[in-house]
Nanobody, 121 residues
Framework: VQLVESGGGLVQAGGSLRLSCAASGRRFNIYNMGWYRQAPGKQRELVAE???????HYGDFAKGRFIISRDNSKNTLYLQMNSLKPEDTGVYYC????????????????WGQGTLVTVSS
């Protein structure tokens, strides 16, 4: 499975961005998907994740401002980020938890390359 992220960029505080993460490959099923972020000098932290059944979980800082969603027909994950703050600046990484239908099946987690979000004050 390969992941391609898009949607990062520079935005002013209070603005919005929508990140996308598209998965491609052969003969696989995706289960959980999510976003992490890493700010300069800080550890990577969970932003939000969504199960195959659509159950969502958010980091405290994301609640009420960010919305995670997925389009299973397109194997694509989204993150709508609203009311952005300078402290949201960082590299955002998507991940997918999947099973590749080989013989035997292979379960793995794949990470995107990261997309930079910069929020100016």
């Amino acid at each position: 499975v390969q992941l391609v992220e898009s949607g990062g960029g520079l935005v002013q505080a209070g603005g919005s961005l929508r990140l996308s993460c598209a998965a491609s490959g052969r003969r696989f099923n995706i289960y959980n998907m999510g976003w992490y972020r890493q700010a300069p000098g800080k550890q990577r932290e969970l932003v939000a994740e969504i199960t195959g059944g659509g159950v969502t979980h958010y980091g405290d800082f994301a609640k009420g401002r960010f919305i995670i969603s997925r389009d299973n027909s397109k194997n694509t994950l989204y993150l709508q980020m609203n009311s952005l703050k300078p402290e949201d600046t960082g590299v955002y990484y998507c991940y997918v938890d999947y099973v590749e239908h080989n013989d035997p099946p292979v379960a793995a987690i794949e990470w995107g390359q990261g997309t930079l979000v910069t929020v100016s004050s």
